[in-house]
């Protein structure tokens, strides 16, 4: 999909790129990079988007899940995200699950969510549980996927979350001194903080519109949030949401109304945020700590639980 609304900021020892893409906005922050870096990053983007967007027919993701049931040979950058895809199923115990996508679809979210319609009559046909990964075929020599008969992949969240890793690794590879790469609250940061700061201070994306969560401190890292609130929309008189519960097909209703995740990487902190907040409470905030990552979970009455180690990261007053 194409992406617009281009702005760069140029500032001595900075630049800062505003952009559309992946569904969201987009900010990219070089520090001491080469001149036009930032901007070099929205066409990296627009290409990851071009092959997995679920939205474009003649996408990677698109040929892959039209050929299920047969191996399909695709890019290494493919081939890499979709095993991460399946380590992340198994790792979370299938509270993170790609292959939610019929159910997305069947409850109205078969289109970009821009022209999903917030309130519509049309009945919601509940797909059942999804199939989960253990079918799936992997190759690596030949970067070969088969996905079986049935199975279809969604790989938006953790393809945000892989695309800031990756643009921040091409953008450091090329020379900058620091980088930030934010697709809509999926983000990683490494390096050189901007304008001599001591480091990299990030905003706990509150989902409410407020400011309610504070900042984070670090040097490296990704952080993700994943909401009900945010990708919301209603069929026949159901409010629905995009982060389903593997386990029925139907919205995850754990009591939780977020999950932010810090973790090394933002494709990881993707997936531990949105099996968390399907996990619910308890189980949630065990899973995120269990796997040595950290961050807050927000409950549907505004109650805030802080996991083990979110204090390091707060800056100091």
Not at 113 to 138: K, N, S
Not at 173 to 202: F, K, Q, R, T, Y
Not at 230 to 253: C, F, K, T
Request: glycine share 12%; aromatic share 6%; proline share 6%.
């Amino acid at each position: 999909m194409r992406s617009d609304a281009r702005q760069t900021e140029r500032v001595v020892g900075k630049q800062v790129h505003h952009f559309h893409a992946m569904g969201t906005d987009v900010e990219v922050i070089v520090v001491d990079g080469p001149d036009g870096a930032a901007a070099d990053a929205q066409r990296q983007i627009d290409a990851l988007e071009a092959r997995w967007s679920r939205f474009l027919p003649d996408s990677e993701l698109s040929r892959l899940n039209a050929a299920a049931g047969a191996p399909a040979v695709v890019s290494r950058l493919t081939f890499d995200l979709v095993q991460r895809a399946v380590d992340a199923w198994r790792l979370t115990d299938g509270r993170f699950d790609p292959t939610v996508l019929p159910s997305l679809e069947a409850a109205g979210y078969d289109r970009t969510f821009e022209d999903v319609a917030p309130d519509a009559p049309d009945r919601v046909d509940a797909t059942g549980p999804a199939p989960g990964c253990g079918g799936i075929e992997l190759d690596p020599v030949v970067r070969a996927v088969r996905l079986p008969p049935g199975v279809r992949l969604d790989l938006g969240g953790i393809g945000k979350g892989y695309a800031a890793d990756l643009v921040a690794r091409e953008l450091r590879g090329a020379g900058a001194a620091g980088v930030c790469v934010n697709l809509g609250g999926d983000l990683l940061v490494a390096g050189e903080p901007p304008d001599g700061a001591p480091a990299w201070v990030v905003a706990v994306d509150d989902p409410s519109g407020g400011d309610r969560f504070g900042a984070l401190a670090l040097l490296q890292g990704g952080v993700a949030t994943s909401t009900r609130l945010r990708r919301a929309w209603r069929r026949a008189g159901r409010d629905l949401h995009h982060l389903l519960d593997p386990a029925s097909g139907e919205p995850a209703a754990g009591g939780l109304t977020s999950v932010t995740v810090l973790a090394a990487e933002a494709w990881w902190a993707e997936v531990l945020a949105k099996a968390a907040f399907v996990a619910g409470p308890s189980d949630g905030a065990r899973l995120v700590v269990e796997h040595g990552a950290t961050g807050l979970l927000v409950h549907d009455d505004g109650r805030v639980d802080e996991l083990d180690g979110l204090d390091a990261f707060r800056p100091a007053v």
